[in-house]
């Protein structure tokens, strides 16, 4: 057993009550190796943003979990080093059952997603209490879903969206004592968020996605006032790097993301947490591609894979000044 505090990590309860006061979200940015790591804790850093390093169960596969829990405890250390102790968690996204909820919890994660969305009603509260009541024994805070999102990002697929419904949140909250809750307004998973039949085109051709339900968040909001709301899927699919791709043999057709302003008005609101990958993972790809079609003699792999760190770092930063709205609340 590591306990998430002997590694200087925090969990995500004043994190939460500090963004819904000041009207802001806490970046949720997946990593899964070390260039993505460096980038995240350069950039929140920089702009003085407090971080929650998330990892699927993918990326606890694909990287080992005791290399991760380390790279964790280095992201702490590196911050430092760096200048300036941001606030940093460590969470599992997107969990798919108990044992792997405790596992994480054993091995030093400061916060865990239990994912029940896929279940009946009864069976999402029963898994997630059973989270809940083991990860508060160690201080750990819990993420619970009511809802679906449609789209395929890592080890989650699902072909559509359910909404959450407001009426059930505060029964669910109430029989699970989860600390946040994710919910689906219409943000979905990976590159491809919607279906080009789903969006309008603007005058530059460019999809325009349907917009995110604020008629539900806020119903959510009066039936839970002051409440941790999570968005996941909220990725914007920057269209500048999509033409880098393509322009340099990628194939990223018809991909469309949450426009950006949606998103900051997400985040003004009880939405203290919003999911990023696949914008980090567009940005890395645009730059490797790029070093590859104009150094096709590089073999180094510092030599494409440090760009990509750096574009990431600049894309989170943006992030963090822009949408989030959380620099500078470290």
Known sequence: M????ELGLVN???????????????????FNNM?????????????????????????RKYANQTLLRYMAQGAVEYAKELGYNIPIALHLDHGADFEICKACVDSGFSSVMIDGSHHPYEKNVEETKKVVDYAHKYDVTVEGELGVLAGI??????????????????????KTGVDSLAISIGTSHGANKFKPEQCTRNAQGILIPPPLRFDILEEIEKQLPGFPIVLHGSS????????VINANGG????????PEEQLRKAAKSAVCKINIDSDGRIAMTAAVRKVFVESPSEFDPRKYLGPARDSL???????????LGSANQA
Do not use: R, W
């Not at 995500?12 to 997946?30: E, H, L, Q, S, V």
């Not at 260039?35 to 702009?47: F, H």
């Not at 194939?251 to 949450?258: F, P, Q, R």
């Open 153 to 174: 990002e890592d080890d989650v697929v699902a072909e559509h969206s359910t909404y959450t419904q407001p009426e059930e949140v505060v029964d669910f909250v109430s």
């Open 236 to 243: 914007s699919v920057p269209q500048d790097l999509v033409a």
């Open 313 to 323: 770092m600049e894309l989170y930063k943006a992030k963090n000044i822009n949408v």
């Open 35 to 59: 260039e993505q790591m460096q980038a995240i804790i350069q950039a929140c850093v920089e702009t003085k943003s407090p971080v929650i390093l998330q990892v699927s169960a993918g990326a």
């Open 12 to 30: 995500t309860k004043d994190m939460f009550a500090k963004a819904i006061k000041g009207g802001y979200a806490i970046p949720a940015y997946n």
């Open 251 to 258: 194939k990223m057709k018809d991909s469309v993301g949450i």
């Open 2 to 5: 590591v306990s998430y505090k």
